[in-house]
C-alpha cells in the first residue's frame, strides 16, 4: 500500500541554525500539505501547497518557514533560523484533491529537536 | 472554523465494539464529517469520512446523524491495537482538537 514517507526521523539542531525537513508524498497525490505537534499538544496545520504554490498557510507559518517542491517526488520543509520553539514533530501529508472530500495521507513524522 | 466536542478519554474492553461520539452542532451543508486517529509516536491515519450518508469501510462505521449535529465512530471489535486517540474533524484545514484517547483493556 502506498504511503507517505518523511526523512530524517529525528533531527537534532542548534538554534539558530537551518533545517530542511524532507517528504515523499504518494506519487498520485496533488496536494501536499506540513503540520506539527509540539510534544503534548495539538496537531497544527502549517502550509497546503499545490501546483508549486503555497494555497494556503497558518499564522504559524511565518517567514521563517518555506516549502518547495524540488523535483517530481520530494516535498519540503526549510526552517531558516530555527528556534527552541520549533521543537516538535513535524508531519507532512497528501492527498489526490484538496477540500473535505478527500482525506489526507499523514507520514510517520521528523521529530525536530533545537538545542 | 466549525469546531468539535469529543469526549476526552473512553474505555473499552478487547474485542467489543465502541461507539465514539463526536458533536458539532455549528457544522455546514457543505461540512464533510473526517475521522482520523493517531497511534502513539506516530502521525495521524485517516480512518473513516462522510457527509449524510452512513459510511463503513474495513477500519470501522461512522453513523451520521440526521441532523449533522453529532456522529459516531464505531468499532465493532476494538483490539489493543485500536488503542490511540480519535479525532473528529470538519474542515479540510483539518483543526484538529484535543479529540478522544481510547483505551483498549485486554
Known amino acids: 500500500e502506498p504511503e507517505v514517507t518523511q526523512t530524517p526521523s529525528h533531527q537534532v539542531t542548534q538554534m539558530g541554525q537551518e533545517v530542511i525537513l524532507r517528504c515523499v508524498p504518494i506519487?498520485?497525490?496533488?496536494?501536499f500539505y506540513w503540520y506539527r505537534q509540539i510534544l503534548g499538544q495539538k496537531v497544527e496545520f502549517l502550509v497546503s501547497?499545490?501546483?508549486?504554490?503555497?494555497?494556503?498557510k497558518s499564522e504559524i507559518f511565518d517567514d521563517q518557514f518555506s516549502v518547495e517542491r524540488p523535483d517530481g517526488s520530494n516535498f519540503t520543509l526549510k526552517i531558516r533560523s530555527t528556534k527552541l520553539e520549533d521543537s516538535a514533530m513535524y508531519f507532512c501529508a497528501s492527498s489526490t484533491e484538496r477540500g473535505p472530500v478527500y482525506g489526507q495521507f499523514f507520514g510517520p513524522g521528523t521529530r525536530l529537536t533545537v538545542l | 472554523d466549525a469546531k468539535t466536542t469529543q469526549p476526552n478519554s473512553m474505555e473499552s474492553n478487547e474485542e467489543e465494539p465502541v461507539h465514539l461520539p463526536c458533536n458539532h452542532s455549528?457544522?455546514?451543508?457543505?461540512?464533510?464529517i473526517h475521522w482520523y486517529r493517531q497511534l502513539p509516536s506516530q502521525g495521524p491515519e485517516y480512518v473513516i469520512h462522510?457527509?449524510?450518508s452512513n459510511v463503513n469501510n474495513r477500519m470501522a462505521s461512522l453513523a451520521i446523524a440526521e441532523d449533522r449535529k453529532s456522529s459516531t465512530l464505531i468499532l465493532h471489535r476494538a483490539t489493543l491495537r485500536d488503542a490511540a486517540v480519535y479525532y473528529c474533524?470538519?474542515?479540510?484545514?483539518?483543526?484538529f482538537g484535543s479529540g478522544t484517547k481510547l483505551n483498549v483493556k485486554p
Open positions: 474533524i470538519l474542515h479540510y484545514k483539518f483543526y
Open positions: 506519487s498520485n497525490h496533488l496536494y
Open positions: 455549528t457544522i455546514s451543508g457543505t461540512d464533510y
Open positions: 462522510g457527509l449524510t
Open positions: 501547497f499545490y501546483n508549486n504554490e503555497i494555497s494556503e
